[in-house]
């Protein structure tokens, strides 16, 4: 499996920003594929997944109602949309999925629990 993260870099507040994840190598049909991100010093937090099985998406408070997940099967590809973005969003952005499905509701919260990782992508928010 490899996942390539594209489409960061420097947005002023207040600003959007999409990012994309080309995913290959997918060997199932069920799995959970998501966007997490570290901020400066803290944990990797898990911010929207989506699960093929339900179609259903996960997303954290944090972000709700300011960034959506989207994707395009054609292309193997998820989009992280970013609107409203803040200082405190400042942070590399990782896409990240797996074939394990025992994680019940709880799919996104912890990042212990994808397997494949891309390598990640800065974005800057800044004035």
């Known amino acids: 499996v490899q996942l390539v993260e594209s489409g960061g870099g420097l947005v002023q507040p207040g600003g959007s920003l999409r990012l994309s994840c080309e995913a290959s190598?997918?060997?199932?049909?069920?799995?959970?594929i998501g966007w997490y991100r570290q901020v400066r010093w803290s944990e990797r937090e898990g911010l929207i997944c989506w699960r093929s099985t339900d179609d259903s998406t996960s997303t954290t408070e944090s972000v709700k109602g300011r960034f959506t997940m989207s994707r395009d099967n054609a292309k193997s590809t998820v989009y992280l949309q970013m609107n409203d973005l803040e200082p405190g969003d400042t942070g590399v952005y990782f896409c990240?999925?797996?074939?394990?499905?025992?994680?019940?509701?709880?799919?996104?919260?912890?990042?212990?629990?994808?397997?494949?990782w891309g390598k990640g992508i800065l974005v800057n928010v800044s004035s």
């Open positions: 190598g997918f060997t199932k049909d069920q799995y959970i």
């Open positions: 990240a999925a797996t074939f394990d499905l025992s994680h019940g509701a709880g799919y996104c919260e912890s990042p212990y629990g994808m397997d494949y």
